[in-house]
């Protein structure tokens, strides 16, 4: 059995992100699972855009993820949403999604909040009816 | 303790696709020693190849593989799992224009899979990078890839990735 080229993951955040009174403007938005402490719309955008915040509880500085040289290069963290269907039969909305970490202005914190943003076609911002699982992972260094 | 359905998988790599200055592909983080445009070379079609780290003198493994073979050692293709997650683009809030993202699998008889070709396509159905050369633009900041191998042993499998959510294993420098 290989063990080709071995990498250690820390899940860090794993739920389901859901909209307890449905979709719309400004729709209640919430969190289930573990690593998040709060969820909330991105402030002035009424769909489709979410921003989480890492639990403090979270191994590390305070919950945060160790940022790279800007938002571009941060080699420490990784995402995967998967878009949970709706309807009969259950069919997802959803064509484009993109996640960003948002380090805290506090120096020295780190990414302490991620942002998920998602669009319909063609594209406009939309909220995924079904709602979406996430998962994030840190990168271990051995 | 119940064992139910217990899945192992073995992280073998998680890296981060950008396009550097001269807009040439580039991969950062783990598990990957190269990437190039796949040939001819396009938009949004990256071939990258595998590092082969401690497994290069290994056994070659899976079935149907040439017993005996000794490295570069590839993964089984039917074990691959791949994870690809766009990070946002320049337009507010943070939105990405690539809405399909694909992996193939590259096997080498007797090697097994140690590339992979990921391909990217905008909501107009055409290949894009998920980034401007050197820099964000409306189309995204880079791609996240995550590459497991399906089908270890469960001492294969790290504790990092079937522990506790919390472990304290992370740490700042």
Do not use: H
């Amino acid at each position: 059995m290989t063990d080709y080229a071995v990498n250690s993951l820390q899940p860090i955040v794993q739920g389901v992100v859901t909209f307890p009174k449905g979709t719309g403007p400004n729709s209640l938005v919430a969190f289930d699972g573990e690593g998040i402490s709060a969820i909330a719309r991105r402030a002035g955008v009424m769909n489709g855009a979410y921003v989480l915040t890492l639990d403090a509880g979270l191994p590390g500085n305070a919950g945060a993820v160790q940022p790279g040289i800007g938002i571009l290069t941060d080699p420490n963290v990784r995402t995967m949403i998967t878009v949970r269907g709706s309807g009969a039969p259950p069919i997802s909305n959803i064509v484009t999604i993109a996640v960003l970490y948002l380090v805290s202005p506090t120096l020295g914190v780190g990414a302490d909040q991620l942002l998920i943003v998602m669009e319909t076609f063609p594209p406009a911002l939309a909220d995924p009816p079904g709602g979406f699982e996430i998962i994030v992972w840190v990168v271990v260094d051995q | 303790m119940t064992d139910y359905a217990a899945a192992p998988v073995q992280p073998i790599a998680s890296a981060l696709l950008t396009i550097d200055a001269a807009g040439n592909p580039q991969v950062t983080g783990r598990g990957f020693s190269a990437v190039t445009r796949s040939v001819p070379a396009s938009l949004g079609d990256f071939l990258l190849t595998m590092d082969e780290g401690i497994g290069a003198a290994d056994i070659g493994s899976g079935p149907d593989f040439t017993v005996g073979v000794i490295g570069p050692n590839g993964l089984d293709p039917a074990c691959v799992r791949v994870g690809l997650t766009m990070r946002g683009g320049t337009t507010a809030p943070g939105v990405t224009t690539i809405s399909a993202r694909s992996v193939t699998i590259t096997s080498t008889p007797g090697e097994g899979a140690t590339q992979i070709r990921v391909t990217l396509r905008n909501t107009g159905n055409a290949l894009t990078d998920p980034m401007g050369p050197g820099a964000p633009n409306a189309d995204g900041s880079g791609l996240e890839i995550m590459l497991w191998n399906g089908c270890p042993t469960p001492d294969d499998a790290q504790a990092q990735l079937v522990g506790p959510l919390f472990q304290g294993a992370m740490q700042f420098p």
